[in-house]
């Protein structure tokens, strides 16, 4: 086993990297922004590329500021969302075997089931999301276990030697931390192929002096036991998500909420003039013309010069129509089906349904071939851990995904029926296809099977003896023995 780094040649390596951290989290943070809505509270200078605000005179009131609060709307997080919920991880397995590995319980132990919905999310819209698996102990039975955690890109980084890299040199997990008496700082691990170190620093960490080594947890693993989920991964390893490109779009489409509320609230009414009246020749009389106007009231003069009029209040359908020509362009640039953004009509037949999610689900299907390889990657991660040497080397392993493709139920059922006839596929292989099943339903349905009960239901039902299946399962004909 390699030595465990010293404490110097730590805490030169995290400083070493220490930037390079901090602007990965500052992005993910406003990326985030976006994801929640909260792109308005970004505070960095207009030129940057995230700030989330739109353009309003320079001189306002609280009135105008308080219109653009209620400007951002999340269209960002529904892009991410779209996304993520077509894809959930349904089990792992060997080519030609029916049943998952051992590491797919490492995996229900973990919570994974419910955590992996986080980790596709904090990918597609940061970019890269992060799983780390050391070994462990069950808290309740007190047994070894692998124990798989997940982090967000606003937390960690990972840094590889070269692109081409499967395990990263080191990976850092900072949160920050403020003490009794108000100073501010991080605590620190570095992740490499030896330990976890425990390092903390005051500030920001920009002098050496802020630095403080606490300590080491080895583990037995000879790599970094880190794996990157990658959203859209270059040649040149830049992980980009869904929502870094598409900010220009996004500030756009709230530029135009923000212009349509404007014109709502100060051009949407109209206006009453008067003109040619004559002046008030006592203050009395001022006062009484001065006096405010009722719903009710009607204006008379005596002048004959005197005018009255309107000024036509500014339509806001152009400002809806550019809302909507905006969304429509989100919607193509990003593949999301367009009544997911511009609240269609949801009383789609399942053909035009289907078509109108095909763009997203060609998108699904290149994330879970990135995602697919961060799964596999940290499966033989666990494997590793937990001592099954044979699946750790199982490079060939398959990470299976729920269908979440939208099809009529009468349309699959047709077809997997013409499979098995036509095709002779075994029953067993199709059970999987049913559109909404999972692997617990399959397996029941093999068991009912195997053990008869099915038949025996069937034949409850249709007015038999209950116990027939069972009898033919096991060979008993019901006769007075073999004569």
Not at 110 to 126: F, P, S
Not at 446 to 453: D, I, P, Q, S, Y
């Amino acid at each position: 086993m390699a030595r465990v780094m010293s404490k110097r040649s730590v805490l030169t390596l995290v400083r070493t990297y220490w930037e390079s951290w901090r602007r990965s989290m500052s992005d993910a943070h406003a990326l985030d922004a976006w994801m929640r809505g909260d792109q308005y509270d970004i505070t960095d200078s207009p030129e940057h590329w995230a700030y989330g605000r739109p353009y309003s005179p320079r001189a306002t009131t609280e009135e105008y500021d308080d219109l653009g609060r209620r400007t951002p709307t999340p269209w960002a997080g529904l892009v991410v969302k779209s996304l993520a919920q077509t894809a959930y991880v349904d089990g792992v397995r060997m080519p030609g075997s029916v049943e998952n590995m051992q590491v797919w319980k490492s995996w229900q132990r973990n919570g994974w089931d419910a955590k992996q919905t986080a980790v596709h999310r904090a990918a597609i819209g940061h970019g890269a999301s992060f799983g780390i698996a050391l070994p462990g102990v069950d808290q309740l039975s007190g047994d070894k276990m692998a124990k798989m955690m997940a982090r967000s890109a606003k937390r960690m980084a990972a840094f590889y030697d070269s692109d081409d890299d499967e395990w990263p040199r080191l990976a850092i997990d900072a949160t920050p931390y403020k003490d009794n008496e108000g100073n501010r700082g991080w605590n620190v691990d570095v992740y490499d192929d030896t330990a976890v170190h425990h390092v903390t620093c005051k500030l920001d960490g920009g002098a050496e002096s802020d630095w403080e080594y606490l300590t080491y947890d080895e583990h037995p693993l000879r790599v970094t036991p880190v794996a990157r989920c990658a959203n859209m991964l270059d040649l040149d390893g830049k992980a980009t998500g869904e929502i870094e490109p598409i900010i220009p779009l996004l500030r756009r489409v709230d530029q135009d909420t923000f212009d349509r509320l404007i014109v709502q609230r100060f051009g949407a009414w109209k206006i009453r003039y008067i003109a040619g009246m004559a002046r008030p020749s006592t203050e009395a009389m001022a006062n009484m013309q001065a006096m405010k106007l009722k719903v009710e009231d009607l204006l008379i003069s005596t002048n004959h010069e005197t005018k009255f009029g309107t000024l036509d209040a500014t339509p806001i359908d152009g400002f809806i129509s550019a809302s909507d020509a905006d969304l429509r362009v989100l919607a193509a640039i990003t593949q999301t089906p367009p009544h997911h953004l511009l609240g269609l009509s949801s009383n789609l037949q399942a053909e035009a349904l289907a078509a109108a999610e095909s763009g997203l689900q060609r998108k699904s299907a290149d994330f879970k071939m990135n995602a697919g390889e961060f799964h596999e990657q940290m499966f033989r991660l666990v494997a590793t851990i937990e001592g099954h040497a044979d699946e750790a080397r199982a490079f060939d392993m398959q990470v299976r995904w729920r269908d979440t493709e939208s099809r009529s139920l009468t349309q699959a059922a047709d077809a997997l029926g013409k499979l098995a006839v036509q095709l002779k596929i075994p029953l067993e292989m199709l059970w999987e296809k049913v559109p909404g099943w999972t692997d617990g339903d399959t397996d029941r349905a093999k068991k009912l099977v195997e053990t008869g009960a099915l038949d025996a239901l069937l034949n409850e039902l249709a007015g038999g003896d209950p116990n027939a299946g069972n009898a033919q399962q096991t060979g008993d004909t019901g006769g007075n023995g073999g004569a």
